[in-house]
C-alpha cells in the first residue's frame, strides 16, 4: 500500500510541471518590443542641473515575462542610490505595467502605458511622494540606437509636464 501512494505521489510529482505549463499564458510578443533594453548600460544623468553618473543592468526575469533593471545613480564621490524598475505587458488591459522600487522610501511606484512612436512612455498613479500628495510622473525611454537610448522623469504640474531628470545611456554588454 505505501509502495502504491509513494508511486503515485513520485508520478504526480513528475507530471506537475508539464500541467503547470500548459496552464502558464504565453509571453506576451509585446515583450520584444524592449529587447533592446537587455544588457549592461552607462551614462550619464542630469536632475535639475546636477550631473551624475547613470547606469543599470537589464536582464530578462521569471521565464522572459519581466524585464527588471537593477539602476545605480553616484552623486559626487560618495552619495549613491539603487533603484530597480520591473516592466512587463498586461495582456488583459493591452497595456505596459511597471513598478519602481528604491532605497529612499517603503512602497513602489506603478505605472502603466504604452508605446508611442517607438518610444515606452508609462505614466504612475497618483501618489504620496516627498510629503506631497497626488503626484503623478511619467517615464520615457527612447532608443535612439542598438547601443544608445535616453530616459526621462516628468512631474505632472496642472496641465503640463515638468522634467525631474534626464539620462543618456550607452550600452557596454
Known amino acids: 500500500m505505501?509502495?502504491?501512494?509513494?508511486?503515485?505521489?513520485?508520478?504526480?510529482?513528475?507530471?506537475?510541471?508539464?500541467?503547470?505549463?500548459?496552464m502558464m499564458a504565453p509571453i506576451p510578443g509585446e515583450m520584444k518590443e524592449l529587447d533592446y533594453l537587455v544588457g549592461t548600460w552607462e551614462g550619464e544623468m542630469n536632475m535639475n542641473g546636477m550631473k551624475m553618473k547613470a547606469g543599470f543592468k537589464a536582464e530578462k526575469i521569471l521565464g522572459g515575462?519581466?524585464?527588471?533593471?537593477?539602476?545605480?545613480y553616484t552623486m559626487g564621490d560618495n552619495m549613491q542610490m539603487t533603484g530597480m524598475f520591473l516592466m512587463t505587458y498586461d495582456e488583459k488591459q493591452?497595456?505596459?505595467?511597471?513598478?519602481?522600487?528604491?532605497?529612499?522610501?517603503?512602497?513602489?511606484m506603478e505605472?502603466?502605458?504604452?508605446?508611442?512612436?517607438?518610444?515606452?512612455v508609462a505614466e504612475s498613479k497618483p501618489m504620496e511622494m516627498m510629503d506631497?500628495?497626488?503626484?503623478?510622473?511619467?517615464?520615457?525611454w527612447t532608443k535612439v540606437s542598438d547601443t544608445k537610448c535616453t530616459m526621462s522623469?516628468?512631474?505632472?504640474?496642472?496641465?503640463?509636464?515638468?522634467?525631474?531628470m534626464e539620462a543618456t545611456y550607452n550600452k557596454k554588454g
Open 65 to 72: 515575462r519581466y524585464i527588471r533593471e537593477m539602476h545605480t
Open 153 to 164: 522623469l516628468d512631474m505632472k504640474n496642472g496641465d503640463k509636464w515638468d522634467q525631474m
Open 132 to 140: 506631497m500628495k497626488n503626484v503623478v510622473m511619467r517615464a520615457t
Open 2 to 22: 505505501k509502495a502504491k501512494l509513494l508511486c503515485g505521489f513520485l508520478l504526480a510529482l513528475l507530471c506537475a510541471p508539464a500541467f503547470a505549463q500548459d
Open 111 to 120: 505605472m502603466r502605458g504604452g508605446m508611442e512612436g517607438g518610444k515606452y
Open 94 to 108: 493591452k497595456n505596459w505595467l511597471s513598478y519602481w522600487f528604491d532605497q529612499s522610501e517603503a512602497g513602489n
